[in-house]
């Protein structure tokens, strides 16, 4: 078996009763309600192998959450199939939840009143992990994660990002094949998020562990996760190589000029005329921005007849950031990738 | 045995926890006590003006409160179940429980561990020993196995009922008032139920079983043969209610509908 997860067309369903305005709708909701079936996510499929790592993203509301609960059992689909490390996971929740770990965000896994190392020695308990299976696979977490000063501590007196550590730390105590991080990253500052996704990429090599996670920061994603599966809606819009995406999507290159003269827009586009370009003049900033395709040929020819006709104070190469893309995307909708 | 070894790994943080804010172990300690002393001043000056209710005397009534205070204090030790509505539905809690392999229920039984409350026991003890001795009832070898028995039938009659309640939170979104109405209405139990009038006596005995608590084992102990076999279907209610309960609730956790975030 190499799936770690597989998905077919899952769907659920909330209802909600949608409430009447002022006093009267007030009354009038007392005997009858207006009920609305909310799908959250609607007939999705996917499959996740075993190491992979792949980042589910979405706007907020576009099922995320939703999933990744159905994924680790915590809510019943409302049809559909899932099959996770070989087992449906709301049917044999005790013995499924022993095989993954799970990070919420916004959630806190540990006992807010003790200390963080009794928490680890409890949850060693709560998932039957021998001293021995402990002390050759925390010793490690904990050094790499940088929280043995922290395990005394109560974790009411952490910060968030010690608290964050530690509850990755606490996921991987019986060190699971399967790892779902929601949110793993909010809130954190620069250095905690690059000590985490290091973190992630180690035990994703060392155990194999397959990791999924979902996040708003992208950069996220792109340092970590080769496959990202998006939604929106409760639908599957992409789901691929995120090189892929960014490849059909971004949108060529930006080249951006200042130059020492004073020169029109007329001037340097007669410059580069016969070539695909298309020109932009910032009158404020006296920047000249060329938009064009992708090509290696074509930003040499452009940045050489630029360089022959003026001369150049400074030069900018820009790329579509992965985040342009997926606001593109979110606001079209849909992504066609070929 | 897994589930006995957790229970006691869980008591031992409850534990660890409770000594770690030493001033306010004291406090509670002696909160507890004066509460409890109160109350038992309280049963005493009450049940002072009464004589005779319905064939049962004053000190007879006494100690069926007495008694009832026992499984009560387990039960409150054991379910503190009151705010589970709240804590883990409203605020998402059982988020984190669904993903541990233990039992949901046993979790949150292990983790609202509340043992102060057995202080009540001691109590109910005091009430049981000073009514008792009054109406000179002779202690045979078998009464404290059946007080045991009845005390732990009494306290899971108690549970199921208030896990029957705490289920309805899986089913309807809106906190329910249910649960002090609950409570009073448990209060009834304290007393002998054939003051009542009849359908209340019905519901106290199979419908809202907290007769079972207090009235029908205690009269066992009191001699009433009259209520013998009700004595001694308090086990089997007990049981019928826990368990009954423990499947609604495996039916409600597949209803969970999470919380947002």
């Known amino acids: 078996m190499n799936n770690a997860i597989e998905v077919q067309k899952l769907r659920k369903e909330f209802k909600a009763y949608s409430s009447r305005s002022g006093l009267n709708g007030a009354f009038r909701d007392l005997f009858t309600r207006n009920y609305k079936i909310a799908t959250a996510v609607n007939d999705i499929s996917f499959t996740v192998k075993k190491g992979e790592m792949v980042g589910y993203i979405g706007e907020n509301g576009a099922g995320k959450s939703t999933t990744i609960k159905m994924l680790t059992g915590i809510l019943t689909p409302t049809s559909g199939q899932i099959t996770v490390n070989g087992m449906n996971p709301h049917k044999e929740r005790e013995k499924f939840v022993q095989t993954i770990g799970v990070v919420f965000g916004q959630r806190s896994q540990l006992w807010w009143d003790i200390a963080v190392q009794e928490s680890f020695r409890l949850l060693k308990k709560v998932y039957k992990v021998s001293d021995q299976q402990y002390d050759d696979h925390m010793n490690h977490v904990i050094r790499t994660l940088d929280i043995e000063p922290l395990l005394d501590k109560p974790v009411r007196k952490l910060s968030l990002g010690q608290r964050m550590r530690c509850e990755l730390a606490a996921a991987l105590i019986h060190n699971p094949p399967l790892l779902f991080l929601d949110e793993p990253t909010i809130g954190l500052d620069v250095l905690v998020k690059l000590k985490i996704r290091e973190f992630l990429k180690e035990i994703n090599e060392k155990y194999n562990t397959t990791i999924l996670l979902t996040t708003h920061d992208l950069t996220d994603i792109e340092a970590l996760c080769e496959r990202v599966i998006m939604l929106d809606e409760g639908n599957v819009i992409y789901d691929g190589p995120l090189k892929n995406l960014k490849e059909t999507l971004g949108e060529g290159k930006e080249l951006q000029f200042q130059l020492l003269e004073k020169v029109d827009l007329a001037a340097v586009k007669h410059v580069t005329s016969g070539m695909p370009v298309k020109w932009e003049f910032d009158k404020k900033e006296l920047i000249f921005t060329a938009n064009i395709e992708d090509s290696d040929e074509l930003i040499s020819q452009v940045i050489a007849a630029v360089a022959a006709a003026f001369k150049i104070k400074d030069m900018k190469i820009n790329e579509t950031s992965t985040e342009e893309i997926i606001r593109n995307i979110y606001e079209k909708g849909a992504v066609e990738v070929g | ?261």
Request: glycine content about 8%; some cysteine; hydrophobic content about 55%.
């Open chain 2, 1 to 261: 045995m897994f589930y006995v070894s957790m229970f006691f790994q869980y008591l031992s943080q409850y534990l660890k926890t409770r000594l770690q804010y030493r001033a306010d172990l004291f406090v509670e300690f002696f909160s507890d006590l004066l509460s409890q002393a109160i109350n038992l001043v309280f049963i005493l000056v009450v049940f002072g003006h009464t004589n005779m209710l319905h064939g049962w005397n004053r000190d007879e009534i006494i100690f069926i409160y007495g008694f009832f205070l026992v499984p009560y204090a387990v039960f409150s030790a054991f379910f503190n179940i009151w705010d589970f509505n709240e804590r883990y539905i409203v605020k998402g809690e059982l988020d984190r429980i669904l993903t541990r392999p233990i039992h949901s229920l046993f979790q949150i039984i292990l983790e609202r561990l509340e043992l102060e409350s057995l202080f009540g026991a001691l109590t109910g003890l005091a009430v049981m020993f000073y009514a008792g001795s009054r109406l000179g009832i002779e202690v045979h070898w078998y009464h404290p196995f059946l007080f045991i028995v009845f005390v732990i039938g009494g306290a899971l009659v108690y549970g199921g009922v208030f896990i029957m309640l705490a289920c309805i939170s899986f089913w309807a979104d809106a906190r329910t008032s249910l649960m002090p109405m609950m409570y009073n209405i448990s209060n009834y139990g304290r007393y002998p139920v054939n003051i009542y009038n009849n359908i209340i006596r019905f519901v106290l005995t199979w419908i809202l079983p907290f007769a079972f608590v207090g009235v029908y084992p205690a009269a066992f102990f009191l001699g009433k043969e009259e209520w013998y076999w009700y004595s001694f279907f308090t086990p089997v209610i007990g049981i019928i209610f826990f368990v009954s309960s423990v499947l609604l609730w495996n039916q409600g956790v597949k209803k969970y509908r999470g919380a947002g975030n």
